[in-house]
């Protein structure tokens, strides 16, 4: 779980928060860090990192994502995440893109009480789920899921048991 910024389980190296990248908007720069992020793990023994976020900070008064997400702007966090990955695949460390369908325009912590996304599906595609389209098109290697409601693709459960979302877009449309 070493995102950078707040998010890193390994303090060795102080790298930044992914917002810092996408506000720089190189995906060269992203790409390079990642890269070097993921020698470190490698050197360490790590084949896998839980990173990066594709949430999209599309809520500001979000308390769990912020400047953990690349961008507000999904298109930014696209093509940021996309550059990420490579970057941790070029030194052979897996990446895990999170949080599926999406966390970013929640106004809860997810774990404290059950956010929920009242949005409609063309919101949530043109939003949330770009970035992990983009990101599953471009070979992610796994994929977390967001405990939270989401009720325009599921009523009855948050999307981490929901086979509508985990089974019928995730796996199927993605």
Do not use: Y
């Not at 070029?90 to 990446?95: I, N, P």
């Amino acid at each position: 779980d070493q995102e950078g910024g707040r998010v890193l389980r390994i303090k060795d190296t102080a790298w930044p928060p992914m917002r810092w990248l996408g506000n720089a908007d190189d995906e060269v720069l992203t790409r390079q860090t990642a890269q070097a992020m993921g020698a470190e793990l490698r050197a360490m023994g790590f084949n896998l990192d839980w990173a990066p976020v594709a949430d999209v900070d599309s809520n500001p008064d979000n308390p769990v994502i912020g400047d953990r997400s690349f961008s507000r702007d999904p298109a930014v966090v696209s093509r940021h995440v996309c550059a990420f990955l490579d970057g941790l695949h070029h030194v052979g460390v897996m990446g895990c893109v999170k949080h599926f369908p999406g966390h970013g325009d929640t106004a809860t912590d997810s774990h404290k009480e059950l956010p929920v996304v009242d949005k409609d599906q063309s919101d949530l595609e043109h939003c949330e789920l770009a970035p992990f389209a983009s990101a599953i098109s471009h070979g992610v290697d796994l994929v977390m899921t967001a405990h939270v409601m989401f009720p325009v693709l599921d009523e009855t459960v948050p999307a981490t048991m929901s086979s509508a979302i985990l089974q019928g877009w995730l796996r199927q449309r993605l």
